[in-house]
């Protein structure tokens, strides 16, 4: 309902209490502006708990670390659309290209909330309004050594409740191979920018993500990734695996879980991640289940395209 929604906007944005999209605010007592810069936007790292920075998994998880166009072919094309809680959704696309020693990608992301419904100081509906988050990002990939990539995206935000407002940001990462198992990675997100609605300006919520991925056999993956918000949030971890399945010839189904204590006061399943997803020659189809305790289930469906191999 209109009523409920609006509640759940008001806890979202506008007061202290423990949110389902951000990291344990009842400890921490502040919500960071823009907190849509936290979600998640792939189904295969979060059905991992949200362990996927150092995962090279082409441009579909750039928004965790930039770096991760390490992994990218020749072209690829990525889309999600999120069931939110509370009739929220989430969409994010893009558009990634190898040309050898650089690799370019474009991103675009939005969250929309419907309509909810306005009222005076006296408690009349004076009419409706639909806030929106959106984001255009633009990410430049290269191997700064033999070994290690970097990766650094610009990005255009702009938030939208009764008022706009608007700001750049950026990402940048690093990723390295320790050896033919495993991944070390470093990020920062949302460095700069701040947001002003009337009077009052915040800044975005940065952060710095340490990950590592390993895989001890080729059909099974394990992850881990220390999110530490550069705020007075507190910092939270993720951690999850993989175990992929060959159906057919050029036909894998992987099978995910994970857990993140990104959200401890939510009760009930909150922070234990489950997904799969199937991969039949360059496309790959990922879902993922997120629940948020009271609040409700999230329901996450990417797919990657790849081409021009």
Same mark, same amino acid.
Do not use: C
């Given at each position: 309902?209109? /009523?409920?929604?609006?509640?759940?906007?008001?806890?979202?944005?506008?007061?202290?209490?423990?949110?389902?999209?951000?990291? =344990?605010?009842?400890?921490?007592?502040?919500?960071?502006? !823009?907190?849509? $810069?936290? $979600?998640?936007?792939? !189904?295969?790292?979060?059905?991992?708990?949200?362990?996927?920075?150092?995962? +090279?998994?082409?441009?579909?998880?750039?928004?965790?670390?930039?770096?991760?166009?390490?992994?990218?072919?020749?072209?690829?094309?990525? @889309?999600?659309?999120?069931?939110? /809680?509370?009739? *929220?959704?989430?969409?994010?696309?893009?558009?990634?290209?190898?040309?050898?020693?650089?690799?370019?990608?474009? =991103?675009? #992301?939005?969250?929309?909330?419907?309509?909810?419904?306005?009222?005076?100081?006296?408690?009349?509906?004076?009419?409706? @309004?639909?806030?929106?988050?959106?984001?255009?990002?633009?990410?430049?990939?290269?191997?700064?050594?033999?070994?290690?990539?970097?990766?650094?995206? !610009?990005?255009? /935000?702009?938030?939208? *409740?009764?008022?706009?407002?608007?700001?750049?940001?950026?990402?940048?990462?690093?990723?390295?191979?320790?050896?033919?198992?495993?991944?070390?990675?470093?990020?920062?997100?949302?460095?700069?920018?701040?947001?002003?609605?009337? #009077?009052?300006?915040?800044?975005?919520?940065?952060?710095?993500?340490?990950? #590592?991925?390993?895989?001890?056999?080729?059909?099974?993956?394990? #992850?881990?990734?220390?999110?530490?918000?550069?705020? +007075?949030?507190?910092?939270?971890?993720?951690?999850?695996?993989?175990?992929?399945?060959?159906?057919?010839?050029?036909?894998?189904?992987?099978?995910?879980?994970?857990?993140?204590?990104?959200?401890?006061?939510?009760?009930?399943? !909150?922070?234990?991640?489950?997904?799969?997803?199937?991969?039949?020659?360059?496309?790959? /189809?990922?879902?993922?289940?997120?629940?948020?305790? +009271?609040?409700?289930?999230?329901?996450? @469906?990417?797919?990657?395209?790849?081409?021009?191999?």
């Amino acid at each position: 309902s209109g /009523v409920s929604k609006g509640i759940f906007f008001l806890l979202f944005f506008l007061t202290p209490l423990p949110s389902p999209l951000t990291p =344990s605010l009842l400890w921490a007592g502040t919500l960071p502006t !823009a907190d849509f $810069l936290n $979600l998640q936007w792939d !189904a295969r790292p979060l059905g991992m708990g949200e362990a996927g920075s150092a995962l +090279d998994n082409g441009g579909s998880t750039l928004y965790l670390n930039p770096a991760s166009l390490r992994g990218l072919g020749k072209q690829e094309l990525f @889309f999600t659309h999120a069931m939110l /809680v509370q009739g *929220i959704a989430m969409d994010y696309a893009g558009y990634a290209v190898n040309l050898g020693k650089r690799k370019f990608a474009v =991103s675009y #992301a939005a969250l929309t909330y419907g309509s909810i419904e306005q009222t005076d100081l006296a408690g009349n509906t004076v009419g409706q @309004f639909s806030p929106r988050d959106e984001l255009l990002g633009l990410t430049y990939g290269s191997r700064l050594a033999r070994k290690l990539d970097f990766g650094v995206t !610009a990005k255009y /935000v702009q938030s939208k *409740i009764t008022q706009k407002a608007e700001t750049w940001t950026m990402d940048a990462g690093l990723m390295r191979p320790i050896n033919g198992k495993t991944n070390a990675s470093v990020s920062v997100t949302n460095l700069g920018g701040s947001l002003k609605y009337i #009077a009052k300006e915040e800044n975005l919520p940065a952060k710095m993500i340490i990950g #590592a991925a390993h895989r001890p056999h080729e059909s099974f993956l394990i #992850a881990a990734d220390l999110y530490y918000p550069l705020t +007075d949030l507190a910092p939270y971890l993720g951690l999850g695996s993989e175990y992929i399945v060959v159906v057919k010839e050029n036909m894998k189904l992987g099978i995910r879980g994970g857990l993140n204590s990104k959200t401890p006061d939510l009760g009930g399943l !909150a922070g234990i991640n489950l997904g799969f997803g199937l991969k039949m020659n360059s496309v790959a /189809v990922n879902y993922a289940y997120d629940p948020f305790g +009271d609040f409700g289930d999230a329901h996450l @469906f990417s797919m990657t395209y790849g081409f021009g191999q």
